[in-house]
């Protein structure tokens, strides 16, 4: 979603600001711009479209500003056009604006200051505010002030970065809602959604909270809150390396991170599993271990992705903890007047840790009296630090808009956090071990099937022309064949449904013919006849039939068009295996349809907004 860049220092600021634009490429965006503050003036250059297309508008050898702001807009109030993007000015031209977020009260706010005689050339709430902005500047003189009184009348969410024409020696930033974090370095400060565009330059960071500024000069900073208090913004440690954001020699992101869940979920289980004990250790959960033995029932809240893992973790945690647990969209719960009480766990997953619906869901819980824990890859982003307790996934920055390996390491910390409370209840010592060393063994099971990648290329090819595809997995694996099938739309645009196995003949069957590809997840376990009987229903309709099977499954061949092997585990591990071919699938098929994989249409790779 928006991308923010604002620098203060003494280097020449449009570069560095652009190339922390490039870094942020990945949220999703569908315009650019930049503003420097050159000899007093503003000057802005913004286009509909890619960086580069902003970046063809500058000519870096006559610009000397050591001031300015950049943004990817990913639009929400009016089209994606060269006029909607960001920066936004004020009528003066001399507040300059970029801003992540919705101002909800933008339409009275822009009929006031029309009727003042205010003039607007875009269809944007963020040109309210600069707007907004802007006129109070004219009434009080004072730059700093003006932006608190404005942000303390404005409803809705703002992360944002706000220049002045008279004033080159500062950057304000702010938040409420949409992430911001300021980098610290030698004399200079660079204020960004995103540590991606600041690892580059420092790796010391402030994450702001909501309701907090931070106002930026050459020779200092402080950090305060809207309301004008100051605060001491604690210093955090960046906690990846730049190489980690290079696609390191694969095509795209996603393929890379496709490739890295052997390490990412080794790195999910590390120094957690306690295999001779048969238990776990996961020392982020100390805080809530007493409100964990006495939950009486676990709500997990994520969105996308996310949430198909938490469907996996439902399974998980009522098999071994034996711990009623719902698992909600994250949008819905927040807005159904949901029934919380002061012993419900609540359990916030995500990757990024800045959804706006999860984040908005976890309040409601925490406000209602609930525990709150997090499972989120994003160390320091908001979900992170607004959970009483929490496991990080350890994952590594995930570029690619198609979540992958955010999904494994999620089963991953999913799986721990099941044995440990399924320990705190009915899980024995030897159970335990069983599924500590079935864990152990994922990694090296993961990098097996990725040696397969070819076969199932081969496979991708014969139906990438399809413009449907049907996924069906039972138990554990219902929720795979749900990600399966978000994967393959997301990223080829082919229409993708996911059913449970059974579901099929209450009406998906009715779509089955000679032209339906149906991927059905078939490995063996307690459900295996009944998915057979599935697959059976599927033929005899003259349905294809890829099936992922579990090594030494000879018979199914019998049945399928295209067999894909895993090798066999329990089968409450099998998510974290039969995803991967589901993986590779889409990603060739969309390969061959020559498709934007990284950024694909429409979507963006954090949703800040609702
Ligand atoms: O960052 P989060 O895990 O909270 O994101 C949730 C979803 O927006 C995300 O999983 C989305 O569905 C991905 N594009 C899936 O590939």
Redesign the pocket.
Known sequence: MCGIVGYIGHRQAAPIVMEGLKRMEYRGYDSAGLCVLEQGNLLVYKRAGKVSQTESLLDYTTMHSTLAIGHTRWATHGEPNDINAHPHTDNSGKISLIHNGIIENYSSLKKKLISEGYTFSSDTDTEVLAVFIGHLYERTGDFELAVRSALSEVDGTFGLAVLCADQPDTLIAARRGSPIVIGIGDGEYIAASDAAAIIQHTRQVIYLNDDEMAVMHRSGYVTKTIDDREIDGEIHEIDFDIEQMEKGGFDHFMLKEIYEQPATFKDAIRGRLLVEDGNVKLGGLRPIEDKLRKARRIIIL??????HSGLVGEYMIEQLARIPVEVEYASEFRYRSPVIYSDDVIIA???????AD?MAAMKEAKLKGATVMGIVNVVGSTIARESHAGVYTHAGPEIG???TK?FTSQIAVLSLLALHLGRMNQVSQTQGKVIAEALRAIPDQIEKILQTSDAIKEIALQYSHVTNFLYLGRGFNFPVALEGA??LK?ISYIHAEGYPAAEMKHGPIALIDENMPVVIIATKDEVYEKVISGIQEVRARRGKVIAIATEGDMSIAEYADHVIYIPATLPMLTPALTVIPLQILAYAIAAQRGCDIDKPRN?A???TVE
């Open positions: 994520a969105c996308g992705t996310s949430w997953i995500s990757q990024s840790g800045e959804t999860t808009v198609a979540s955010a978000l994967k997301e979507l790779k954090s949703v």
